[in-house]
């Protein structure tokens, strides 16, 4: 898809590539674990039509070349937040999906004031927010067990496309990480002030028991649409647009109460 505008940014060591779509207020879409921006892409038609949406590739993803430092949820939030700072945007809405969740967590958690309303999609605080054999999936992950169009969708346009194995290993060195900044304690979600919004697919990967248990810590209901962890966003979206859609108040410019 072309972008209004495209690029890369120096953030924290990275050459950190980003892409802005449309006009309006900022939407800062957080993509999951070896995914890409393209990722967006079946949604983005519909998010622009309101908003200025600006997509960003984390280390070792898509167009963001790897560097000498591991994978880290907390160093992504970082990175986010940086990158913002240096496109100008110093108050935005935060859609995080997966991954991209789990770093919404960590920028809003350090940045309450950047941060404005913040919708999480089948997102995890702790690794047993996952069934078990999701868990022992992401523990000993390997190339060969992620679906071929992710593999392909990275190789189109990494800098080095050679490097698929060494980002699903470094994938699963943060899995088995004990790095304390990434494991979130129950009593953090509940520090977190804005709107949030949760969403899980009613055939995630998610436990469902601990999504309800997130949502009542985070103050919000749990908003559970059609679809697997990745189908009611790549392949039916149209429930999790409408869900969008009215939290961001996309369809309306009355923004009393916020």
Do not use: C
Request: net charge negative.
């Amino acid at each position: 898809m072309i972008s209004d505008k495209s690029g890369y940014k120096q953030v924290n060591g990275l050459n950190m590539y980003y892409e802005i779509h449309g006009t309006g207020e900022p939407l800062v879409l957080l993509h999951g674990q070896f995914a890409t921006v393209g990722m967006f892409y079946p949604i983005l038609p519909d998010l622009i039509q309101h908003r200025q949406v600006i997509l960003m590739e984390q280390q070792g993803h898509g167009h963001t070349a790897d560097i000498d430092r591991p994978l880290s949820f907390a160093q992504m939030g970082r990175d986010t937040a940086e990158l913002l700072k240096q496109l100008g945007i110093d108050r935005a809405d935060v859609f995080g999906y997966s991954a991209g969740g789990a770093t919404a967590l960590q920028l809003a958690l350090a940045n309450p004031k950047l941060v404005r309303r913040l919708a999480l999609a089948s997102t995890v605080y702790s690794m047993d927010g996952y069934f078990p054999f999701i868990v022992e999936a992401l523990n000993h992950a390997s190339p060969e067990g992620f679906p071929p169009e992710m593999r392909r969708e990275y190789e189109r346009v990494a800098p080095y496309p050679e490097n698929w194995s060494k980002l699903i290993a470094k994938g699963a060195e943060m899995a088995n990480s004990s790095n304390k900044e990434d494991l979130l304690k129950p009593m953090q979600l509940q520090e977190l002030a804005m709107p949030i919004l949760l969403i899980i697919g009613d055939n995630d990967i998610i436990r469902p028991e601990y999504a309800h248990e997130m949502a009542k810590l985070l103050t919000t209901k749990l908003i559970v649409v059609p679809g697997d962890h990745a189908s009611y966003i790549t392949a039916q979206p149209q429930s999790l647009l409408t869900h969008l859609n009215e939290f961001f108040h996309l369809s309306t410019t009355n923004r009393t109460g916020d």
